[in-house]
């Protein structure tokens, strides 16, 4: 069995042993207010395949942000196990519109357990573990949109996000070894988010 990256063992945080065990789980965006015009805090369900809760992402930002900024406001995310115990925390700082898109890259910082550096997920520069490769067009209703993941420098892809858009939820399937880290598969679910988000 080859261990992907990471070489350290570390315990999984509290509730998160389950990702030890799965090679897949589907991510869900919540919204609270179907059909409606109003710009709500965006809520996400990580769920194992047997649709049994892992994780719930709430995002805390400003309406002013939400309806101004769109896309490129800044956030933070709570996440917190089955239990409500806060695991993880979430930031991405505000984006500003540039004609260069290399200029202002997205990213997202990722602190597990909360306070604790864990990773982040950037948009094309850093030092990399893991690239997710995709669609340069990202927006559409009516095909699933799928990047790969690739172990950085190699050409084999190792897993994949599969991006569902409908009029009533998004949801991503992430699907990467049973042998990587359990930190590497939470940077992966964390990344199904930022695509959504970016």
Not at 78 to 84: D, L
Not at 94 to 111: D, G, I, N, R, T
Not at 188 to 197: G, K, P, R, S, Y
Request: charged share 25%; glycine share 6%; with cysteine.
């Amino acid at each position: 069995m080859q261990k992907w990256f990471l070489s350290e063992y570390v315990e999984p945080i509290e509730g998160l042993h389950r990702l030890l065990e799965v090679d897949r789980v589907i991510v869900k965006q919540i919204k609270k207010n179907q059909g409606s015009k109003l710009h709500d805090a965006v809520v996400y369900e990580a769920l194992l395949d047997t649709s049994e809760l892992l994780l719930k992402f709430v995002e805390k930002s400003s309406f002013a942000q939400r309806f101004w900024c769109g896309s490129r406001r800044a956030f933070d995310m709570e996440v917190r196990n089955v239990n409500g115990k806060l695991v993880m925390h979430l930031q991405r700082p505000l984006k500003c519109s540039a004609v260069v898109c290399f200029c202002c890259p997205y990213e997202m910082k990722v602190e597990a357990p909360v306070g604790e550096p864990m990773g982040s997920i950037v948009q094309n520069y850093g030092r990399f573990d893991l690239d997710i490769k995709g669609p340069w067009f990202s927006y559409t209703c009516c095909f699933d949109l799928i990047f790969k993941i690739y172990a950085h420098g190699h050409n084999r892809s190792i897993g994949r996000i599969i991006c569902r858009r409908d009029q009533e939820n998004d949801s991503f399937r992430v699907d990467f070894p049973l042998d990587l880290d359990y930190r590497m598969k939470l940077l992966l679910i964390c990344a199904a988010i930022f695509l959504n988000t970016k």
